[in-house]
Nanobody, 123 residues
Framework: QVQLVESGGGLVQVGGSLRLSCAASGGTFSRYAMGWFRQAPGKERELIAA????????DYAGSVKGRFTISRDNAKNTVYLQMNSLKPEDTAVYYCAAGRSRSYYTETVYDYWGQGTQVTVSS
């Protein structure tokens, strides 16, 4: 079992930046694909960024590519999401997730979820 705790959300103005962190415990972190999802009010949850076990491979949804960066530090059991050039449409609850799979940009591989952190981008 893996436990995940997100932090770093908050209120930011358009064009600003935030860095989300997700600390993992209870499993061999380096054997889990990690992903960041988000869910805006009235919308379905979507996978926006994912990273492979070693961190060598990443992938992004088109809506965030070029603005968001996912990274991981396996020594610290932590995955990050650096969010730059934030837009009002980035407002959502952001969740990190873990999946014991070599496939990482596939929603169905994720079994463990954090509680979520709110990101609000104001104009």
């Amino acid at each position: 079992q893996v436990q995940l705790v997100e932090s770093g959300g908050g209120l930011v103005q358009v064009g600003g930046s935030l860095r989300l962190s997700c600390a993992a415990s209870g499993g061999t972190f380096s054997r889990y694909a990690m992903g960041w999802f988000r869910q805006a009010p009235g919308k379905e949850r979507e996978l926006i960024a994912a990273i492979s076990w070693t961190g060598a491979s990443t992938d992004y949804a088109g809506s965030v590519k070029g603005r968001f960066t996912i990274s991981r530090d396996n020594a610290k059991n932590t995955v990050y999401l650096q969010m730059n050039s934030l837009k009002p449409e980035d407002t959502a609850v952001y969740y990190c997730a873990a999946g014991r799979s070599r496939s990482y940009y596939t929603e169905t591989v994720y079994d463990y979820w954090g509680q979520g952190t709110q990101v609000t981008v104001s104009s």
